[in-house]
């Protein structure tokens, strides 16, 4: 599991205090934007600074909005353009310091201490409570890592309450406390991103550790400009249309709205369909694809259709 240097580096960590901030990893906010469309993530201006700044300040970012604007792909595409290993959290109700920080490994530990039957009892317990013994999880691991890291906690709002304390420390500190073994603080501060889809309030002690950034729906140019990119083989009068089209059903009272994923996988059936230019009925025959609900796509049919009479 770890190796002996490994050990050796770590155990330094423990001792050698604080993580020394790195090197800046983005020029400008500008080289952010550029660098993420680089790896086919476009971001607007906002998004460039919340990134910018959580790489200066070293802060976490915290980032909300509605569902399929982004926010996961954020903190993968931040990973690509730094050559940084992503390590994520997938976060659920039940989830537990087990699963997110570290554990011991029990059997192990069991083995060494049949192995050892004829040793003194402090120090088969000094042995068993050190690193050899101890399973890293996803937070713990990005902690100690001793490459660039990106830590993506996704969807932290599906935690209970009382579970969102267990992060507290990584945020502020980019440090984990073992109580049998000490703190482990990070040799280098991981990008951290948090997403959360608001399904309920966060604590108070979460947000304040964070940057926050909202994610909504993008604006028609930067749609455009998403499908344009994702979609090969599209041409750009499709990309408008379809940029439009799932624009004007935003403005609509549907159940759910249109996300850019699902944008992006009506583009690419249209692709796949042949189409060149949508008109009502090609939109209406592959509504299921962007929405979701058959009373939202009644909905969507009706407008699309009112909007070609209109014409
Ligand atoms: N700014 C963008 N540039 C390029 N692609 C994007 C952009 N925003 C979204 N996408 C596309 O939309 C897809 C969905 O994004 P993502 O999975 O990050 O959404 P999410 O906000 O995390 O949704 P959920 O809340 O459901 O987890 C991505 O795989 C990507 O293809
Ligand atoms: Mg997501």
Request: glycine share 4%; charged share 30%.
């Amino acid at each position: 599991m770890t190796s002996p240097a490994n050990v050796a580096r770590e155990n330094d960590t423990i001792t050698t205090g604080f993580p020394v901030a790195g090197e800046p990893r983005f020029e400008s906010i500008d080289a952010v934007r550029q660098g993420l469309a680089s790896v086919d993530y476009l971001a607007d201006e906002g998004i460039a600074g919340v990134v910018y700044l959580a790489d200066r300040l070293a802060k976490p970012v915290l980032v909300e909005g509605p569902a399929g604007t982004g926010k996961t792909e954020l903190a993968k595409s931040v990973a690509r353009l730094t050559g940084s290993r992503l390590i994520r959290l997938q976060c659920y109700e039940g989830l537990d310091e087990s699963k997110a920080l570290y554990e011991w490994n029990y059997k192990k530990q069991l083995l060494r201490i049949q192995a050892g039957a004829d040793q003194a009892w402090q120090e088969l317990e000094e042995d068993i409570f050190s690193e050899e013994f101890l399973l890293a999880r996803p937070l713990l691991e990005a902690i100690r890592s001793p490459d660039p890291v990106v830590l993506l906690i996704d969807e932290v709002d599906r935690v209970e309450l009382e579970t969102e304390a267990l992060l507290l420390e990584i945020l502020s500190e980019y440090q984990v406390s073992i109580p049998e073994l000490g703190t482990v603080r990070a040799t280098q501060i991981p990008l951290v991103f948090l997403t959360s889809n608001n399904t309920r309030e966060l604590s108070e002690a979460l947000k304040r550790r964070c940057l926050y950034l909202h994610i909504d729906y993008p604006q028609l140019d930067r749609e455009r400009a998403i499908i344009e990119t994702r979609v090969p083989g599209i041409s750009a009068a499709l990309a408008d249309q379809v940029a439009r089209i799932v624009r004007s059903l935003r403005t609509l009272e549907l159940k759910k709205l249109p996300s850019v994923s699902e944008t992006l996988d009506w583009a690419r059936t249209l692709v796949v369909l042949g189409v060149e230019s949508i008109d009502a009925e090609r939109a209406r025959e592959t509504l299921n694809i962007l929405l979701k609900y058959q009373t939202d796509i009644d909905r969507a049919a009706k407008e699309l259709a009112g909007v070609e009479r209109t014409d």
